[in-house]
Protein backbone atom coordinates (compact mmCIF):
# COMPACT_ATOMS: atom_id res chain seq x y z
CA UNK A 1 0.00 0.00 0.00
CA UNK A 2 1.41 3.75 -0.54
CA UNK A 3 -0.06 7.00 1.07
CA UNK A 4 0.21 9.92 -1.31
CA UNK A 5 -0.85 13.07 -1.47
CA UNK A 6 -4.36 13.49 -3.73
CA UNK A 7 -3.82 15.01 -7.02
CA UNK A 8 -7.08 15.86 -8.91
CA UNK A 9 -7.60 12.73 -10.76
CA UNK A 10 -7.75 11.06 -7.69
CA UNK A 11 -11.30 13.13 -6.65
CA UNK A 12 -13.83 10.64 -8.73
CA UNK A 13 -12.46 7.79 -6.52
CA UNK A 14 -13.07 9.49 -3.26
CA UNK A 15 -16.37 10.82 -3.76
CA UNK A 16 -18.07 7.59 -3.99
CA UNK A 17 -16.40 6.85 -0.89
CA UNK A 18 -17.48 10.26 0.65
CA UNK A 19 -20.35 9.62 -0.69
CA UNK A 20 -21.21 5.82 0.98
CA UNK A 21 -19.80 6.92 4.36
CA UNK A 22 -21.70 9.85 5.02
CA UNK A 23 -24.84 8.69 3.54
CA UNK A 24 -25.14 5.74 6.34
CA UNK A 25 -24.68 8.29 8.84
CA UNK A 26 -23.23 6.11 11.58
CA UNK A 27 -19.96 7.80 11.84
CA UNK A 28 -19.84 11.20 10.48
CA UNK A 29 -20.98 14.82 11.71
CA UNK A 30 -21.79 15.39 7.79
CA UNK A 31 -25.10 15.99 6.38
CA UNK A 32 -26.34 12.49 5.26
CA UNK A 33 -27.12 14.47 1.91
CA UNK A 34 -23.68 16.12 1.55
CA UNK A 35 -23.62 17.08 -1.88
CA UNK A 36 -20.65 16.71 -4.64
CA UNK A 37 -19.19 20.41 -3.87
CA UNK A 38 -19.61 20.72 -0.49
CA UNK A 39 -18.07 16.94 0.39
CA UNK A 40 -15.02 18.26 -2.36
CA UNK A 41 -14.16 21.64 -0.29
CA UNK A 42 -14.93 19.94 3.21
CA UNK A 43 -11.91 16.87 2.83
CA UNK A 44 -9.44 18.88 0.33
CA UNK A 45 -8.43 21.23 2.56
CA UNK A 46 -6.01 24.55 1.50
CA UNK A 47 -2.97 24.56 3.04
CA UNK A 48 -1.53 24.15 5.03
CA UNK A 49 -3.93 21.09 5.31
CA UNK A 50 -3.37 18.40 3.49
CA UNK A 51 -5.55 15.48 1.48
CA UNK A 52 -4.05 11.80 1.19
CA UNK A 53 -5.22 8.79 -0.72
CA UNK A 54 -3.99 5.14 0.44
CA UNK A 55 -3.39 3.13 -2.90
CA UNK A 56 -2.68 -0.29 -3.93
CA UNK A 57 -0.27 -1.52 -6.32
CA UNK A 58 -3.14 -1.47 -9.30
CA UNK A 59 -3.60 2.27 -8.02
CA UNK A 60 -7.00 1.27 -6.65
CA UNK A 61 -7.91 3.78 -4.19
CA UNK A 62 -8.48 1.96 -1.00
CA UNK A 63 -9.00 5.09 1.30
CA UNK A 64 -8.59 8.92 1.97
CA UNK A 65 -7.23 11.28 4.81
CA UNK A 66 -7.53 15.00 5.46
CA UNK A 67 -5.49 16.33 8.08
CA UNK A 68 -5.47 20.36 9.00
CA UNK A 69 -4.76 22.40 11.98
CA UNK A 70 -7.92 21.49 14.26
CA UNK A 71 -8.34 25.28 15.22
CA UNK A 72 -7.05 28.71 14.32
CA UNK A 73 -4.69 31.33 15.61
CA UNK A 74 -3.54 30.68 19.14
CA UNK A 75 -5.25 26.87 18.67
CA UNK A 76 -3.27 26.12 15.09
CA UNK A 77 -0.58 24.23 17.04
CA UNK A 78 -2.96 21.61 17.26
CA UNK A 79 -4.03 19.26 14.62
CA UNK A 80 -6.69 17.43 13.70
CA UNK A 81 -7.29 14.50 10.80
CA UNK A 82 -10.35 12.41 9.72
CA UNK A 83 -10.16 8.97 7.96
CA UNK A 84 -12.75 7.30 5.48
CA UNK A 85 -11.82 4.09 4.39
CA UNK A 86 -13.81 2.37 1.54
CA UNK A 87 -15.97 -0.68 2.97
CA UNK A 88 -14.63 -3.15 0.78
CA UNK A 89 -10.85 -2.18 1.82
CA UNK A 90 -12.30 -1.91 5.76
CA UNK A 91 -10.24 -4.35 8.13
CA UNK A 92 -6.87 -4.31 6.27
CA UNK A 93 -4.81 -1.64 7.69
CA UNK A 94 -5.76 1.23 6.01
CA UNK A 95 -7.14 3.23 8.74
CA UNK A 96 -4.28 2.54 10.42
CA UNK A 97 -1.82 3.39 7.35
CA UNK A 98 -3.74 6.26 6.86
CA UNK A 99 -3.46 7.85 11.09
CA UNK A 100 0.11 6.93 11.22
CA UNK A 101 0.75 8.97 8.04
CA UNK A 102 -1.51 11.70 9.47
CA UNK A 103 0.69 11.53 12.86
CA UNK A 104 3.85 11.66 11.12
CA UNK A 105 2.32 14.36 9.09
CA UNK A 106 1.62 16.47 12.12
CA UNK A 107 4.87 15.80 13.91
CA UNK A 108 6.86 17.07 10.35
CA UNK A 109 5.09 19.70 10.56
CA UNK A 110 5.63 20.83 14.34
CA UNK A 111 2.19 20.75 15.78
CA UNK A 112 2.06 19.91 19.23
CA UNK A 113 -1.10 17.45 19.63
CA UNK A 114 -3.61 15.75 17.60
CA UNK A 115 -7.19 16.32 18.52
CA UNK A 116 -10.08 14.63 17.23
CA UNK A 117 -13.69 16.23 17.75
CA UNK A 118 -16.22 14.28 17.23
CA UNK A 119 -15.04 10.56 17.16
CA UNK A 120 -18.91 8.40 17.56
CA UNK A 121 -18.74 6.56 20.55
CA UNK A 122 -20.49 3.35 18.91
CA UNK A 123 -17.66 3.69 16.04
CA UNK A 124 -15.78 1.34 18.39
CA UNK A 125 -13.49 0.29 15.61
CA UNK A 126 -12.55 3.93 15.15
CA UNK A 127 -12.09 4.27 18.92
CA UNK A 128 -9.94 0.96 19.00
CA UNK A 129 -7.76 2.04 16.45
CA UNK A 130 -6.85 5.93 18.02
CA UNK A 131 -6.33 4.19 21.07
CA UNK A 132 -3.88 1.71 20.20
CA UNK A 133 -1.76 4.81 18.24
CA UNK A 134 -2.07 6.44 21.98
CA UNK A 135 -5.15 8.71 21.74
CA UNK A 136 -6.93 9.13 24.82
CA UNK A 137 -10.89 10.17 25.61
CA UNK A 138 -10.39 13.24 27.17
CA UNK A 139 -14.09 13.55 27.21
CA UNK A 140 -17.50 12.88 26.19
CA UNK A 141 -20.50 15.18 24.67
CA UNK A 142 -23.55 12.99 25.55
CA UNK A 143 -26.13 12.20 23.34
CA UNK A 144 -24.19 14.57 20.75
CA UNK A 145 -25.16 12.27 17.54
CA UNK A 146 -28.17 11.33 16.22
CA UNK A 147 -27.15 7.61 14.77
CA UNK A 148 -29.73 6.28 12.27
CA UNK A 149 -30.02 3.02 14.32
CA UNK A 150 -28.83 3.37 17.77
CA UNK A 151 -30.58 6.81 18.40
CA UNK A 152 -28.31 9.94 20.45
CA UNK A 153 -24.92 8.78 21.34
CA UNK A 154 -21.44 10.22 22.54
CA UNK A 155 -19.49 12.00 20.43
CA UNK A 156 -15.80 11.33 22.17
CA UNK A 157 -13.28 13.85 22.09
CA UNK A 158 -9.40 12.41 21.34
CA UNK A 159 -6.53 13.40 22.10
CA UNK A 160 -2.72 12.90 21.65
CA UNK A 161 0.19 14.95 22.69
CA UNK A 162 2.92 14.71 19.74
Not at 29 to 37: F, K
Not at 101 to 119: D, H, I, K, S
Request: aromatic letters at 8%.
Amino acid sequence: MLIRTVTDDDWPAIWPILRQITAAGETFTYPREMDEGLARGIWLPAAPGRAVVAVDERGTVLGTAKMNPNQMGPGAHVSSASFMVAPEHQGRGVGRALCTEALEWARAEGYRAMQFNAVVETNTNAVALYRSLGFEVVGTVPEAFHHPTKGFVGLHVMHIRL
